[in-house]
């Protein structure tokens, strides 16, 4: 599970970690960033609607995929919710990012 501030970290380190030189970077981590990145990208549109909430930061999209409105994300939200924007990751790639 992930809370929305971890969400938010996790989302910073990526986008710092596809900027920076990569040295020894397992493929599941290559990935991981890159699907990080897509979101980021989708995130920062200013047009998505996701499950009838208005997303435009990483904090808006966890409140609109924590379905249970518990303030903790599990596997099945996060896949759930990347579903809806369009990004399909694998059980490994979600398990690195949470």
Do not use: C, W, Y
């Amino acid at each position: 599970t992930v809370d929305a501030k971890e969400l938010h970290s996790a989302v910073t380190r990526a986008a710092m970690a596809a900027k920076a030189p990569r040295v020894d970077a397992q493929a599941e981590v290559e990935v991981a960033s890159q699907v990080v990145m897509q979101i980021v990208d989708i995130l920062t549109s200013g047009t998505l609607m996701v499950f009838g909430r208005r997303v435009t930061d990483a904090r808006s999209f966890f409140k609109a995929i924590d379905k249970d409105q518990n303030g903790i994300l599990d596997v099945e939200e996060i896949s759930r919710g990347l579903r809806k924007i369009g990004v399909i990751a694998a059980d490994s790639v979600l398990d690195a990012v949470v």
